[in-house]
């Protein structure tokens, strides 16, 4: 089966300016991530959607970060305006819900902030 | 919230030996225990998970050992090889899925010839 697809791999912006993230999961994957994941630390999950509903949003920056997923499928994850210390790989992962689920990632983007 | 500890941050196997790395966690309700795997500049790759019903899981080369009542669980990889050389990364979370998972701070692993 095709994996989970992220573009861009790469992203450099300058501080203030704004960037966009898409995410593709696998088909039939009703929940959706996005992670970052800073040089040498784990993955921290931004946000889950489950379809197009935020399950849980906690620990993204509302202030400077917005994600959707209209219809359900793709999903964008913007920053608005971006910080030195937003530098990081942003990971989407998707899962099938219910029990006995796996978590498969994407490649990510690599954000750099200058 | 969750909080998951690692250890250790770097560890270092000649090939052929065993190598373990453990996990400790904070909220007694987690329930779900994946570690994955990854190489340099590659996505992370689920390669064993526990869940709470069980205290330990086997799948060839690796196992993952569950205390929940000390509240940590530990990866064996065993003969290791060249190939096993990588980052890996716990996780918990509650729920029995991947929904909410909080990871660990990584280990990474060097296996030398």
């Known amino acids: 089966e095709a994996g989970v697809a992220q573009s861009p791999r790469y992203k450099i912006i300058e501080k203030r300016q704004s960037v966009a993230f898409w995410c593709n999961p696998i088909s039939g994957h009703a929940t959706l991530y996005w992670y970052q994941q800073i040089l040498g630390q784990g993955p921290k999950l931004l946000i889950q959607f489950q379809n197009n509903g935020v399950v849980d949003d906690s620990q993204l920056p509302k202030d400077r970060f917005s994600a959707e997923r209209l219809k359900g499928v793709d999903s964008t994850l913007k920053i608005q305006p971006a910080k030195l210390e937003d530098s990081a790989v942003y990971l989407c992962?998707?899962?099938?819900?219910?029990?006995?689920?796996?978590?498969?990632f994407g490649q990510g983007t690599r954000l750099t902030v200058v | 919230g969750e909080n998951v500890e690692q250890h250790p941050s770097t560890l270092s196997v000649q090939e052929g030996d065993s190598a373990v790395i453990k996990c400790t966690y904070s909220d007694s309700a987690s329930n779900y225990f994946p570690w994955y795997k990854q190489e340099l500049g590659k996505r992370p790759q689920l390669i064993i998970d526990i869940r709470s019903n069980v205290g330990e899981k086997k799948d060839q080369r690796i196992a993952v050992t569950l205390n929940k009542t000390a509240k940590h669980f530990s990866l064996h990889i065993t003969e290791t090889q060249p190939e096993d050389s990588a980052v890996y990364f716990c996780?918990?979370?509650?729920?029995?899925?991947?929904?909410?998972?909080?990871f660990g701070t990584g280990t990474r692993l060097q296996v030398t010839l």
């Open positions: 996780a918990a979370s509650i729920g029995g899925t991947a929904s909410k998972l909080t």
């Open positions: 992962a998707s899962s099938l819900t219910g029990g006995n689920t796996e978590a498969f």
